[in-house]
T-cell receptor, first 115, second 116 residues
Framework: SAVISQKPSRDICQRGTSLTIQCQVD?????MFWYRQQPGQSLTLIAT?????????ESGFVIDKFPISRPNLTFSTLTVSNMSPEDSSIYLC????????????FGAGSRLTVL | AQSVAQPEDQVNVAEGNPLTVKCTYS??????LFWYVQYPNRGLQFLLK??????LVKGSYGFEAEFNKSQTSFHLKKPSALVSDSALYFC??????????????FGTGTRLQVTL
């Protein structure tokens, strides 16, 4: 089955810095999404990464804070900008279409700790 | 607005006993319903889904779930639990038409602990 690779798997960051998370899929996919999973909480959709155009952000998330790139059908990046401790979360890349319509396949996640 | 409720933060069961993880939902129209599992330090894995048809859905690792429209429930079950089933389980719902992955709402998760 197709594989989704995320880098970094974890990182410890200083307040005020930015970090870019990469998501690589080993086959072309139409839909790519970025989720956030805060400690002890459920998953929240940040945005849909659109190939060749600006991402579609959910309510409460803005491009200045979470810029997203998607240059092709297999790769996307999420940047967490000007980080604060409240940004400490697991960030998950996911795609549809690999195991059936409407089924999300997730990367292993990137665990960020902001000091 | 659609929503998912998982009323139990944690479910404890002895190995070999049946297990149930509860989920109720609210969505306009017919739902698509999903269960995902998250093992420690790993991403979420798809377990099973209900789209249409038979109300009893069978999925990976011996899990099954029953769609109950009148009770708006989609409880996850397994006849005989294994210690290796210990993980965090998420129920999710989306509106029942194609292309709604971006409209998926997850529950808060239920931690399943299976002991010897």
């Amino acid at each position: 089955s197709a594989v989704i690779s995320q880098k970094p798997s974890r990182d410890i960051c200083q307040r005020g810095t930015s970090l870019t998370i990469q998501c690589q899929v080993d086959s072309q996919v139409t839909m790519m999404f970025w989720y956030r999973q805060q400690p002890g909480q459920s998953l929240t959709l940040i945005a849909t990464a659109n190939q060749g155009s600006e991402a579609t952000y959910e309510s409460g998330f803005v491009i200045d804070k979470f810029p997203i790139s998607r240059p092709n059908l297999t790769f996307s990046t999420l940047t967490v900008s000007n980080m604060s401790p409240e940004d400490s979360s697991i960030y998950l890349c996911s795609v549809t279409g690999l195991t059936g319509a409407n089924v999300l396949t997730f990367g292993a996640g990137s665990r960020l700790t902001v000091l | 607005a659609q929503s998912v409720a998982q009323p139990e933060d944690q479910v404890n069961v002895a190995e070999g006993n049946p297990l149930t993880v509860k989920c109720t939902y609210s969505v306009s129209g017919n739902p698509y319903l999903f269960w995902y599992v998250q093992y420690p330090n790993r991403g979420l894995q798809f377990l099973l889904k209900y789209i249409t048809g038979d109300n009893l859905v069978k999925g990976s690792y011996g899990f099954e779930a029953e769609f109950n429209k009148s009770q708006t429930s989609f409880h996850l079950k397994k006849p005989s639990a294994l210690v290796s089933d210990s993980a965090l389980y998420f129920c999710a719902v989306s509106p029942g038409y194609t292309g709604t992955a971006s409209k998926l709402t997850f529950g808060t998760g239920t931690r399943l602990q299976v002991t010897l």
